[in-house]
């Protein structure tokens, strides 16, 4: 049986690329799914705790987070394509008109 | 004195009916007067005024059943302040019911007469509402008189004695805007002003009396007050002195004497029935009433009596010849009633208070006959007027009769015995019961009055008997000036006699004017006997000449044949100076070349309003305009507010306030905090750069260091 720092790791590691990738990257899409690596790495540590510890609650969880993120997805996806109609570019960098 | 529960007669409950009815009359013609004809609205008046005699009479029954015993009705409390109790009594004695039967047996034939007066009167063709008005306040005097004689403490006596005072204001005042001819005028309102305003100075001597008597007496109900008058006066006879000339000054105001007397002839500017009513029947018997109702304090001042008597006399001889030069029907009566009121004070003055009750009585109806008569004249000469300016037609310019015209100067009367002969019958008879013409009412009386001053002061004696030949001097000149002769104006050719409405009250005056003497017939003394019950009469040990020991029943020949005999003889007089050779249009008085500078006198008042003028009004009026105009507004107003406070005000909100506290203090504070805001915000915005990513990275971080701090927490 693989042990439980195995996930950890593999959870922190993909956080890290995920928050990475949102602080690096300027394409709002890319960004997006650097959001949901990130997502995806919280999900990864409760499965594994939830499987460590025998406790259901954890893969309760981890449903509770995919329909959120789903959530999060179509209203996210319905925000790019709106301000890719305006700018027709999805550059972030460039989303600063409410700059005072 | 108060009776046991058992032995007051049902009868007295009815006593605060007296005040009562005529408010209630009052109150139904404000309420319902408006849709009421004229009519109506009197003859509610007078029903109102004729119960409350009804309820009079009924109390002077009772008080006979109970042999003249004091009966105190205890109606409600009034005053009640700590240990200071002032109930509202009615006191039902032989006196008090004496005034209640004169005011509202007089008080409802005038009201009745008033109906027909004052539906006659020009002036109400353009203003019906008056109508409701008159009686309203009519109705209102008798309610006020009511309490004023019925009151059981001086407190109860003084809230009547203001309420006719008003009323008196209220009546005189009544055209307040306009003259006897309807046109604009204040000069009824001015005379209703000086009148309460002398009326004022009065009520404050009357006010001073009553304060002083709570201070000495500590309580100002009639009972406790005589009960304690002999224990007082032993002690300190000055208090009693003190309370007895206040009270003088009020009676000299309320009553009309020297030195007040001055606002009754120009109270005549009212409508005639309250000349009647108010200024010669009840309302200024007033004075008189206090004096006798103040018995037991004035029996313990013999030096205050003398003086009221000496007032009294002086007056009635001052206000007789003052009414000899007088040519206005009505201002003659002014003076002969300011002169009978002379003689009353002077009795009740001496002691002689049945005497001055008798006479108060008696004059009462003669003189309101008398001014009543009077108006049913002034009314036919207006009917006249008013016929003539009809039949001139109307091609003459509508001003030009109204220009000089006044119905009340007896100059433009004569004649009238033909055009008017019942007012004529009813006008001699009140001459000759005012004249004291055996066996008219006023004989009896006056007699009785000078009998009482014969034995007691023979000094007034002879002042009143003078009064008293001037007295018939100037009535039988007025007769001759007014009834006899030629008419001496188209209007008085004219005349009319008055109608029913007006004759029929009077009838009943006249009636009362003959037989009123019954009242107190030598021998018999009804009203002495009566009165008894209330006024303990002091019984004097004098030594008299022996002329005056002879006693017919009471009556004296040798005084009652003098004073007879002057009357006749002044009568004659008259007759030959104003009688044998008429008056013509225009001519003056016959008097006015033998008597020169004296008649010129009688004729100005002897210039006593003149000189109050020059002595009080017009330094009264100094001192309010230095106060007004240098005291109050160039003191006061231009240095004291203007300058002083004003100008330290505006000089501390300019320097102090304006330019340091709040430029410098508050305006500072606060542009600062603006100054700190707008700088803490030039550096915080930016932060704000508008890349999302480092928003993002800031959130991070921030997430660190809280999960950080947690962990190492």
């Not at chain 2, 009966?71 to 004496?98: E, K, M, Q, Y």
């Not at chain 2, 309302?283 to 103040?294: E, H, I, Q």
């Not at chain 2, 700190?676 to 932060?687: D, N, Q, V, Y």
Request: aromatic share 14%.
């Amino acid at each position: 049986m693989i042990p439980l720092t195995y996930y950890l790791v593999l959870s922190a590691i993909l956080f890290t690329m995920g928050a990475l990738g949102v602080l690096i990257r300027r394409n709002a899409l890319v960004i997006f799914m650097s959001v949901e690596l990130m997502l995806n790495a919280a999900n990864l540590a409760f499965v594994a705790f939830a499987r460590q510890y025998n406790a259901f609650s954890g893969q309760l969880f981890v449903f509770f987070v995919m329909t959120v993120a789903a959530a999060e997805v179509a209203v996210g996806l319905a925000l790019i394509v709106a301000i890719f109609r305006v700018k027709h570019n999805i550059d972030v960098d460039q989303m600063s008109s409410l700059k005072g | 004195m108060l009776l046991s529960e058992t032995a007051i007669s049902p009868l007295f409950s009815l006593a605060p009916l007296i005040v009562f009815l005529p408010v209630l009359g009052l109150l139904l013609n404000i309420i319902f007067g408006g849709r009421m004809g004229e009519k109506a609205i009197g003859w509610l008046a007078s029903v109102a005024s004729g119960l409350t005699f009804v309820v009079s009479s009924l109390l002077a029954y009772g008080l006979w059943a109970a042999h003249g015993e004091t009966v105190v009705v205890p109606f409600a409390d009034w005053i009640t302040i700590g240990s200071l109790h002032i109930p509202w009594n009615f006191r039902v004695d032989t006196l008090s019911v004496t005034m209640m039967l004169a005011v509202s047996g007089v008080g409802t034939l005038i009201h009745i007469y008033a109906i027909g007066y004052m539906h006659e009167d020009v002036r109400f063709k353009n203003d019906p509402k008056r109508f409701r008005r008159f009686f309203v306040f009519l109705n209102l005097f008798i309610a006020m008189m009511m309490i004023l004689v019925s009151g059981d403490s001086y407190l109860m006596l003084f809230v009547g004695w203001e309420g006719v005072g008003l009323c008196s204001f209220l009546l005189i005042g009544f055209w307040y805007d306009m003259d006897t001819l309807g046109r604009p005028s204040w000069a009824n309102s001015n005379a209703a002003k000086k009148a309460f305003i002398t009326n004022r100075i009065g009520d404050f001597g009357f006010l001073l009396a009553a304060l002083t008597m709570f201070w000495a007496f500590g309580s100002v109900q009639f009972g406790e007050v005589f009960g304690k008058a002999e224990e007082i006066a032993a002690a300190q006879p000055a208090v009693i002195i003190a309370i007895t000339l206040f009270m003088l000054i009020g009676v000299t105001g309320k009553s009309a004497q020297i030195p007040l007397y001055v606002w009754l002839p120009d109270a005549m500017a009212g409508p005639t029935p309250v000349s009647a009513l108010i200024h010669a029947a009840t309302m200024v018997t007033a004075g008189v009433y206090l004096v006798a109702r103040s018995w037991p304090l004035y029996t313990l001042a013999p030096d205050a009596q003398y003086i009221v008597a000496m007032v009294g006399a002086v007056t009635a001889l001052f206000a007789a010849t003052i009414a000899v030069g007088q040519y206005d029907i009505k201002k003659v009566l002014a003076y002969s009633t300011i002169s009978q009121l002379g003689f009353m004070v002077a009795a009740v003055g001496m002691g002689a208070f049945v005497a001055g009750m008798f006479h108060l009585v008696t004059h009462a109806f003669f003189k309101a006959l008398l001014f009543l008569s009077a108006g049913s004249v002034i009314l036919g000469l207006e009917r006249g007027h008013h016929h003539l300016a009809h039949h001139k037609g109307h091609e003459e310019h509508e001003g030009k009769h109204e220009e000089v015209f006044d119905p009340g100067d007896m100059r433009n009367m004569g004649g009238l015995r033909k055009r008017m002969p019942v007012t004529f019958w009813l006008y001699i008879i009140g001459t000759l019961a005012l004249a004291g013409i055996f066996p008219f009412a006023g004989f009896w009386s006056k007699d009785e009055i000078l009998l009482d001053a014969a034995k007691l002061h023979p000094e007034i004696f002879i002042i009143l008997t003078t009064a008293a030949f001037f007295t018939a001097f100037y009535m039988g000149r007025q007769i001759w000036m007014v009834f006899f002769g030629e008419p001496r104006h188209e209007a008085a050719a004219h005349a009319e006699e008055s109608p029913k409405i007006i004759t029929v009250p009077l009838m009943v005056l006249a009636g009362l004017s003959v037989l009123g003497g019954a009242l107190n017939l030598p021998g018999v003394h009804t009203l002495g006997h009566w009165l008894e019950h209330t006024i303990e009469l002091a019984e004097h040990e004098l030594h008299l000449p022996a002329w005056l020991e002879i006693s017919w029943g009471g009556l004296n020949p040798v005084v009652a044949l003098v004073s007879t005999l002057l009357a006749l003889l002044a009568i004659y007089i008259s007759w030959l100076i104003y009688g044998r050779k008429p008056l013509t249009a225009g001519q003056k008085d016959p008097l006015k070349k033998p008597l020169g500078f004296i008649f010129t006198g009688m004729e100005n008042k002897w210039f006593v309003d003149e000189g109050y003028w020059a002595v009080f009004v017009n330094r009264y009026v100094d001192i309010a305009r230095f106060l007004a105009d240098v005291v109050d507004w160039r003191f006061w107003h231009d240095w004291f507010h203007d300058k002083v406070i004003a100008g330290t005000y505006v000089w501390l909100s300019h320097i102090a306030l304006n330019r340091y506290a709040d430029q410098k203090g508050i305006d500072a504070f606060f542009n600062g905090l603006g100054d700190l805001t707008k700088r803490l915000s030039a550096f915080l915005r930016r932060l704000q750069n508008g890349f999302v990513r480092s928003y993002a990275l800031a959130v991070m971080l921030g997430v660190i260091v809280i999960v950080g701090y947690l962990l190492m927490k």
